[in-house]
């Protein structure tokens, strides 16, 4: 019954609705963007979003989920998320659209390695669909070489934005049985055992690390 | 050397950064949506604009344009347009999407008369490509039934939307020469005449007043 699995259903909806908000809230803010060819790039990427979001809603609609019931419990975190962190101005958004989506990806690749194959194949391909944010780091540099007090500022934007994903993540393992059943197991399911997650967590924790050291922040 | 000729420089450079301004716009305001499903709508509406926008912008370049410097011209009238017809709701949102992308469309598809054909024919592509707005017809006539002091409000802000464009676009005309003389003429163009200019704004404003009442608005 691989095909009505409950935690593909949530999965697949909290990615496909954190997409389409990122698409929206990344599109938004292109017109910020301080030159036409920055805004362009931003363009692009949230364009990304929403393709990778309409594989996945079709794919639910192949499974026999309805793609908007699969996306709605997902609304509450996902808005708060975002609620909580509005960018003040476009070096923030930059930041934002690397850190906050890497950390996205990261997240669903290691649930993913929980459920079936074909499910897991597909996160894969969504998840490596945004290479486009590599702009980003360049623009954040040359944004910090004509201001260095922003590093400051934008390392304490990183860490807040990795602050509030870890609190939306567990507000969502808290409701979602289905989802959280994935790492902790239930009657069905082996789950991973605690050291798994906490190592799950450490690489994590270590990417997110990474991409504050390729933007020049201290993470 | 139609190849470089600077009213279809002008042309696709107004259209792709209209559209850019779209896609932004538009999605940003999919997350207003009352519901999943509208707001997807929205979004995929919003992202034709800017698959219609890359088509343009990729044209600029085999013709040797470039892209920023053709579209930079327009930022002025078009923030200006989009600054004063900020949607005070949901429902505004989804009348500019219709009746403003309307109003463009005509406005670049009775200008494309005047240039060479392969300019023309992308102009016709780039403009069909809209049918997606007509989901707006019913989200728009459901939101009247639901509240029916809506449709006076709308038919107003209706009018404004058009009275905002037909002023930026008065604005771009005494500005930029070169899309001016498509119309008008110049040592090296005929243009149309002024019987011909007075019939195209007859045939823009009749469009928009059946778009108007395809949504159940008086014009």
Request: charged residues 35%.
């Given at each position: 019954m691989q095909a009505a699995d409950p935690a593909v259903r949530d999965l697949f909806g909290a990615m496909a609705y954190g997409q389409l908000v990122a698409f929206s809230q990344l599109a938004g803010e292109a017109?910020?963007?301080?030159t036409l060819r920055e805004g362009l790039a931003l363009s692009r990427l949230a364009a990304s979003e929403l393709a990778n979001a309409e594989l996945l809603l079709q794919r639910l609609e192949e499974l026999g989920f309805a793609p908007e019931e699969a996306m709605e419990p997902f609304v509450g975190p996902v808005d708060a998320f975002h609620e909580r962190t509005a960018p003040a101005d476009w070096a923030e958004s930059l930041v934002k659209a690397y850190v906050g989506e890497g950390i996205a990806v990261d997240f669903f690749r290691e649930i993913s390695a929980y459920v079936d194959a074909d499910s897991r194949e597909l996160v894969q391909r969504v998840a490596t669909?945004?290479?486009?944010?590599?702009?980003v780091v360049g623009a954040v540099r040359a944004a910090i070489d004509r201001d260095p007090r922003l590093a400051g500022r934008l390392a304490l934007w990183g860490r807040r934005l990795m602050g509030e994903a870890l609190n939306q993540a567990q507000r969502v393992a808290a409701d979602r049985d289905a989802l959280a059943s994935l790492l902790v197991g239930d009657g069905l399911r082996p789950g991973a055992d605690l050291v798994e997650v906490s190592r799950m967590l450490t690489r994590i924790t270590e990417a997110h690390t990474r991409r504050m050291d390729a933007l020049g922040l201290a993470p």
């Open positions: 017109r910020k963007a301080p669909g945004t290479a486009r944010t590599e702009f």
